[in-house]
T-cell receptor, first 113, second 113 residues
Framework: GNSVTQMEGPVTLSEEAFLTINCTYT??????LFWYVQYPGEGLQLLLK?????DKGSNKGFEATYRKETTSFHLEKGSVQVSDSAVYFC????????????FGTGTRLQVFP | NAGVTQTPKFQVLKTGQSMTLQCAQD?????MSWYRQDPGMGLRLIHY???????DQGEVPNGYNVSRSTTEDFPLRLLSAAPSQTSVYFC????????????FGEGSRLTVL
């Protein structure tokens, strides 16, 4: 079946540190991949996406590259800010059914000044 | 800029009671969906709809009913609430087809005693 696996949290960093949140997936065919972010007390918001192998999604200083060979879509940011503290969800949409978005369990990021 | 509006934001029920979670969107999105969010489980799809009069089941549909009589509204009904349905519920919408961004409501926290 289709699934997404994310690294356990929380991830705790100091401001300006480098961030990596690992995400790997299992899927048939060529899924589309997403990162969503949930700030405290809010719904989820799309952060970035990639729809084919080797695509790089980017937004607000965050980046992730769709790696078909390693079935990964790791989220990175060169210098985190306190305002980046949130829960980050990796997700995929199967190529054969784009009506279903399948989420990972989420990774909480805490950034301290 | 209302976007996706969910009501109520908080609700406490007793086992066996029924209730409806309301969801409305003003973006003329054809696709609407309901997710539940539980600790350590991420978000799981309950039901979704690709247009008025059309609904389908997600990963965890048991115990929930939906209908879609208009493009704007997609209510989620619990006919006989159980403690296992204690969760945070999110409604989300997007344009039809493909891999477009899902727009989420702020969530409804339901506790079943």
């Amino acid at each position: 079946g289709n699934s997404v696996t994310q690294m356990e949290g929380p991830v705790t960093l100091s401001e300006e540190a480098f961030l990596t949140i690992n995400c790997t997936y299992t899927a048939t065919g060529y899924p589309s991949l997403f990162w969503y972010v949930q700030y405290p007390g809010e719904g989820l918001q799309l952060l970035l996406k990639a729809t084919k192998a080797d695509d790089k999604g980017s937004n607000k200083g965050f980046e992730a590259t769709y790696r078909k060979e390693t079935t990964s879509f790791h989220l990175e940011k060169g210098s985190v800010q306190v305002s980046d503290s949130a829960v980050y969800f990796c997700a995929l949409t199967p190529s054969y059914n784009t009506d279903k978005l399948i989420f990972g369990t989420g990774t909480r990021l805490q950034v301290f000044p | 800029n209302a976007g996706v509006t969910q009501t109520p934001k908080f609700q406490v029920l007793k086992t066996g009671q029924s209730m409806t979670l309301q969801c409305a969107q003003d973006m003329n999105h054809e696709y609407m969906s309901w997710y539940r969010q539980d600790p350590g489980m991420g978000l799981r799809l309950i039901h979704y709809s690709v247009g008025a009069g059309i609904t389908d089941q997600g990963e965890v549909p048991n115990g929930y009913n939906v209908s879609r009589s208009t493009t704007e509204d997609f209510p989620l009904r619990l006919l006989s609430a159980a403690p296992s349905q204690t969760s945070v519920y999110f409604c989300a919408s997007r344009i039809a087809g493909g891999t477009g961004e899902l727009f989420f409501g702020e969530g409804s926290r339901l506790t079943v005693l």
